[in-house]
């Protein structure tokens, strides 16, 4: 394959990137994640980590990340379930809804100013959960029969665990999708929806930010529809062999974002891209 040729923007390159299978493993960095983000700390770029994940909190999961050795602060983390409340709160503000999901929905629903509640609600908004349970699942189906609206934070169907794959928003949203009729209407990436909200929390244009993520499926999709070149790194879950059957690429691939220190300024400058 041959890399896309981008012109350096006039104005510095701001950065959204995915957090697992880019900065981190399961619970481990990877490695040069931590001096990619000290580069980019030193140099005050402008950056945020996108995740899907919205069980956490951002308090929470800066802690986590933390404890891999990577201090990122709390504004500079954006989930889905941010993306999702957000949503809401400019579509019906004041609005209520029935959640599905832990603290870190739950907190955002609440910071959007929305009422939780199962009494006849504006929206079903579902998340994720270690513990999906059968009495919230039939109330979720209930509530959108009757006229409530769905939404979901994200449609990834499985997610990791130390034991294995667990079913994540996108598989338990098939399901209540298969027993009411009513497609969820789905916040986080590929949504280009979810990246402009986190550009516009950090005051960035897609012309001059760059896509880093590790699956062709969400995080490249997700940047190309969203205006911004984007980076594919080795590290996750996509490989080259992978990218040969989508009939979009990456504007570059790289082996891991330790390709990008010492680039940060123009990232296209990387000596030896994967290709």
């Known amino acids: 394959m041959v890399p896309v040729t981008v012109t350096q923007s006039p104005t510095p390159w701001s950065y959204l990137m995915d957090m697992d299978g880019v900065l981190v ?5 990877i490695p040069g994640a931590d001096k990619f983000i000290a580069e980019l700390t030193a ?8 995740t899907n994940n919205p069980i956490y909190t951002r308090r929470d999961l800066r802690a986590r990340l933390r404890a891999t050795g ?5 504004e500079r983390i954006w989930t889905s379930a941010l993306a999702t409340a957000q949503f809401l709160h400019n579509q019906r503000p004041g609005g209520s809804a029935f959640v599905i999901g832990e603290v870190g929905l739950t907190t955002a629903m609440h910071e959007a100013g929305y009422v939780l509640t199962d009494r ?9 959960t270690r ?3 059968f009495e919230q699942i039939t109330t979720a189906i209930r509530l959108i029969g009757a006229g409530s609206r769905f939404v979901a934070t994200n449609p990834d169907p499985t997610g990791p665990s130390r034991a294995g794959v667990l079913p994540a928003a996108g598989a338990v949203a098939a399901l209540i999708e298969k027993a009411t009729g009513r497609t969820p209407y789905f916040v986080g990436k590929p949504n280009p929806l979810m990246m402009r909200s986190a550009m516009r929390a950090i005051g960035a244009h897609s012309e001059n930010t760059l896509m880093i993520g590790d699956r062709m499926d969400t995080d490249v999709i997700a940047g190309l529809e969203s205006g911004m070149p984007t980076v594919l790194v080795m590290t996750g879950i996509s490989t080259l062999e992978t990218v040969a ?7 570059m691939a790289i082996n891991s974002v330790a390709d990008l220190i010492g680039n940060t300024e123009d990232p296209f400058k990387v000596i030896a891209p994967v290709w």
Do not use: C, K, W
């Not at 493993?25 to 960095?29: C, L, R, V, Y």
């Not at 059957?245 to 504007?251: A, G, I, L, N, V």
């Open 70 to 74: 990577l201090d990122i602060p709390e």
């Open 120 to 128: 006849n609600p504006d929206y079903v908004v579902l998340g994720e």
């Open 25 to 29: 493993h399961e619970e481990h960095i």
């Open 43 to 50: 140099r005050d770029a402008n950056f945020i980590v996108v």
């Open 131 to 133: 513990n999906y349970s």
């Open 245 to 251: 059957q989508y009939p979009f690429r990456p504007t």
